[in-house]
Antibody, heavy 119, light 110 residues
């Protein structure tokens, strides 16, 4: 089955770090731009970051620049989001999504992983 | 990178048509025909309903249609059904490989 499965969420203190992972299956992962999208509790969707096929291009929403790093390992069909200096406002469900540039939409989504930043 | 503006809620009776607006700026919606629409049911991941302004992915009902005029994109649901009750989000390419989502609209079937 074509799918994306996120993992790595949890409770972290303000200022802490967390690394999210997204495992892709049943499609040619290395051919696609990939993205992270988040949704704070009871709020709307927010695009967070994306990365091109070979990892040489990375783009971020202003609010996470300098704190979050998107990366990928095509040999492992995996996407990652390293989150540092976490703030309460980063609390959200983080979705992995297929799409970015060239494919100008997000056509495949994971179920999400919840990140809670709280003391 | 301000969120696109959508009405908080839209409602309609079964069989009716409703339209959800999505207003951006000349830097996003107005500059590109790259608006997509997503349906999200409670506790679920978003689902792509419309891409590149008016195209429907395979498997999406032809009751869903998209359009754009200037800085405003629209999603129309015709022949409203109970199963259409969900949150809907627009999303636009905003240049420099970035995206911006709308504020979201809750659709209620009366």
């Amino acid at each position: 089955e074509v799918q994306l499965v996120e993992s790595g969420g949890g409770l972290v203190q303000p200022g802490g770090s967390l690394r999210l992972s997204c495992a892709a299956s049943e499609f040619t992962f290395s051919s696609y731009w990939m993205s992270w999208v988040r949704q704070a509790p009871g709020k709307g969707l927010e695009w967070v970051a994306n990365i091109n096929q070979d990892g040489s291009e990375k783009y971020y929403v202003d609010s996470v620049k300098g704190r979050f790093t998107i990366s990928r390992d095509n040999a492992k069909n995996s996407l990652y989001l390293q989150m540092n200096s976490l703030r309460a406002e980063d609390t959200a469900v983080y979705y992995c999504a297929r799409g970015g540039v060239g494919v100008w939409y997000f056509d495949l989504w994971g179920r999400g992983t919840l990140v809670t930043v709280s003391s | 990178q301000s969120a696109l503006t959508q009405p908080a809620s839209v409602s309609g009776s079964p069989g009716q048509s409703i339209t959800i607006s999505c207003t951006g700026t000349s830097s996003d919606v107005g500059s590109y025909n790259l608006v997509s629409w997503y349906q999200q049911r409670p506790g679920k991941a978003p689902k792509l309903m419309i891409y590149e302004g008016s195209k429907r992915p395979s498997g999406v009902s032809n009751r869903f249609s998209g359009s754009k005029s200037g800085n405003t994109a629209s999603l129309t649901i015709s022949g409203l059904q109970a199963e259409d009750e969900a949150d809907y989000y627009c999303c636009s390419y905003a240049g420099s490989s970035t995206y911006v989502f709308g504020t979201g609209t809750k659709v209620t079937v009366l």
